[in-house]
């Protein structure tokens, strides 16, 4: 009988002697330390609800999925709850976040708000994932070859304090960050000269000492992952976990779980060793090596390669080459393949006649003869880093081509497919895709089986019915955990109203862009501007903004359009200065958006947020869900969309001042049997308003 091998142990951190009743009745309360230094304190109920659920559940090691809406305070709820167990045990405590803004918020504001007004000395730490840091000495590399902005770099990399990407002072090249920056397979640890320099090992460092860890989902998934397969993680042992944001979770697990390989990844592997401008350390080898091989095969013509060394480098550099053909030709393959489609799945074995593994793996025997050949630290980083990478994609490849995915056969716990990208300048690029079909196994282990107790909170996370958290459960693998829906603390009966546009023609019909965008105008007229429209195609975003566009600025609206010119954080600023915007987005603007006050008073919905039915990934779970007789579309897509109609909704209200419609024209919400649980998923207490087409809207 075998015994799985005993988990380390958290880090037994030093006491931290306080005598603070942490009841969250208390330290919330009307008459707690908290109300005596904020001023105007007012206190939530839902608030001291949440922080009195994720108590117990660290405290019964049992896992806690809670939707807390917005204005109930969350991070306050967390944190407290956090700072207790942390002092109770001596283990540290990891709150994880998706965005960077309510991570800075935490650490900023929010932390040290909570240990002043509580007299408590916690260390409180925000850990960054490693490509946040440079590298000193592959900043010096960079700076050395002269790479774009490499003047701005030198000046930066000599003033910084932390080394961080956020405090640059100056905008530098992606790709010359891309090579400054710290990377696990290029790290010589304790053998770089700059080893006690390092910003990055600091950080690591400083991370031993933390009571409370502050840092994203992706850093997280990362360390369970590593831990999972045996290894020492990126973030010290603990057992005690908050996912705020936890609707992104899933998305993040699919990035972290998922292996991509992108037509311009080949080149990037091998940049330090080989590249198209000659600058990497083969290429300098190049013109002696040959020179050296003339003069051999002048002095002992009856031997082919007498100099090792020269040999060495000789057949390196032609097999990479090798490779790259053989990468490109695969990718012209793929292009075939795509055709004219945005994604096109794998379903037969070999689909894609290749010899990319067999490339792969000559050179990676090549790569490893080499490094005897150099006594350099830098390349041998290289060499190992290219050894790595090539293993995984060969790996990945080989998966693809071996995929039995015929649909009704039996089914892969994976799916595969190829995806078109499409650069701001139009040019396209192609990538192939690896990705587990369900993350439920996988999560189960390295999260939840793994830890002892995990909370899982955000304000978008419920559907409709007998539980709510039935889908993220589900979908995330937790088993019967505790469970919190909170009431939200805005009065939307007050501050917001939804109108239904009942009869507006489906996207099919051939006047359904013509409808859409009249109906936009008008709205936008009601409110005068401070309008958001969400569309789920840039196709029909940008039909709709060229039909009504010049009609707006004669309004006298300012008008922002994802993809035109602003990128979106830049959109989101310029729109919060001026009262009578109108924002055009997409998906990335359903989530994530936090615009108090008037700036945004119109939400327009201009159709239900369904995912893409084409999806790949989709359509095999699919194929699951129909061989078991379930139905996967009023099982996982309807409840989808009514999180992210959900979501998109939230944008309006953001605190207890504001006011605003929220027009719907999609009259599926009203006319299909999934539409009452659509409206469902939006605050109860909103009223709902249904018009027509031609109705007088004021």
Not at 43 to 70: C, G, N, Y
Not at 279 to 291: A, E, I, N, V
Not at 472 to 492: H, K, Q, W
Request: glycine content about 6%; charged content about 25%; overall charge positive.
């Amino acid at each position: 009988m075998t015994t799985e091998p005993k988990k380390p142990e958290p880090k037994k951190l030093p006491t931290v002697n306080t005598t603070l009743n942490f009841d969250p009745k208390y330290l919330l309360g009307a008459g707690g330390p908290l109300a005596q230094v904020v001023k105007n304190y007012q206190v939530r109920e839902p608030q001291i609800m949440l922080a009195d659920s994720i108590r117990t559940a660290f405290r019964e090691d049992k896992h806690l999925v809670s939707e807390a809406p917005t204005g109930i305070g969350k991070s306050y709820a967390c944190l407290l709850a956090a700072f207790e167990k942390v002092i109770e045990t001596g283990s540290p405590v990891v709150i994880s976040t998706h965005t960077i803004a309510l991570q800075e918020q935490l650490c900023n504001k929010d932390v040290p708000k909570l240990l002043d007004a509580f007299n408590l000395k916690l260390n409180v730490v925000l850990a960054k994932g490693r490509g946040n840091y440079v590298s000193i000495r592959r900043a010096k590399l960079a700076i050395a070859e002269k790479l774009q902005d490499h003047t701005k770099l030198a000046s930066w990399l000599y003033k910084t304090k932390d080394g961080t990407k956020e405090s640059l002072t100056e905008k530098i090249d992606h790709h010359t960050w891309y090579r400054a920056r710290s990377d696990t397979d290029q790290c010589l640890g304790e053998l770089c000269t700059t080893f006690n320099q390092c910003f990055y090992q600091k950080a690591r460092r400083d991370l031993t000492e933390a009571h409370v860890i502050i840092t994203n989902h992706n850093l997280v998934l990362l360390d369970l992952k590593i831990k999972s397969e045996g290894l020492k993680g990126v973030l010290p042992e603990y057992q005690h976990l908050i996912i705020d944001e936890a609707h992104e979770f899933e998305g993040v697990a699919r990035q972290v779980l998922t292996f991509e390989f992108k037509s311009r990844d080949l080149s990037g592997i091998f940049y330090e060793i080989s590249n198209d401008k000659n600058t990497g350390f083969l290429d300098r080898l190049l013109p002696s090596t040959y020179q050296t091989l003339r003069e051999n095969m002048a002095n002992t013509p009856d031997q082919e390669t007498p100099d090792p060394f020269a040999g060495a480098v000789k057949n390196l550099y032609e097999e990479i080459r090798k490779l790259w053909d053989s990468g490109d030709n695969y990718f012209k393959s793929v292009e075939k393949f795509i055709d004219k489609e945005h994604t096109k799945r794998f379903t037969q074995k070999h689909e894609i006649k290749t010899d990319l593994v067999e490339r792969v793996q000559v050179v990676n025997g090549l790569l490893k003869e080499f490094v005897p050949h150099t006594k350099d630290k830098d390349q041998k980083a290289a060499l190992d880093f290219a050894n790595k990478r090539c293993t995984e994609i060969a790996m990945g490849i080989d998966e693809i081509q071996e995929l039995p995915n015929l649909p009704g056969k039996d089914f892969s716990h994976v799916v595969a497919w190829a995806e078109t990208h499409f650069a701001p300048n139009k040019s396209k690029s192609y990538s192939v895709v690896n990705a587990p079909i369900f993350l439920k196994p996988i999560l189960k282990r390295i999260v939840f089986d793994a830890l002892k107790s995990v909370v899982l909170t955000s304000a978008t996370m419920a559907v409709a019915g007998d539980n709510p958290f039935r889908m993220i459960e589900s979908t995330l693998g937790m088993n019967n955990p505790m469970r919190l829906r909170l009431p939200a603390v805005f009065d939307y009966a007050k501050q917001a109203c939804i109108i239904v546009i009942e009869d507006m023609p489906p996207q099919s019909a051939k006047d359904y862009e013509e409808a859409l965008s009249e109906q936009v105008k008008k709205f936008v007229k009601v409110t005068n501007g401070g309008a958001f429209v969400l569309f789920t195609s840039f196709k029909t975003m940008n039909a709709v903004y060229d039909a009504i566009s010049i009609s707006l600025e004669l309004m006298g609206c300012k008008l922002f359009c994802q993809g035109k010119d602003l990128n979106r954080n830049a959109m989101i600023e310029e729109f919060k200065k001026t009262n009578k915007g109108v924002l055009f987005g997409v998906s990335s603007f359903w989530t994530g958006v936090d615009i108090p006050g008037q700036a945004l008073r119109n939400l327009i919905i201009t159709k239900l947020p369904f995912p893409s039915p084409a999806e790949p990934l989709l359509l095999a779970q699919e194929e699951i869900y129909k061989k078991s007789g379930r139905n996967f579309f009023m099982e996982k897509l309807v409840p989808m969309t009514c999180i992210a109609l959900k979501q998109g909704f939230g944008r309006l209200i953001r605190t207890t001042q504001d006011k605003g419609i929220a027009v719907i024209l999609d009259s599926r919400v009203v006319t299909a049997k999934y539409g009452p649980m659509m409206l469902k998923s939006l605050p109860n207490e909103c009223p709902i308003r249904k018009a027509r087409r031609d109705s007088t809207i004021s």
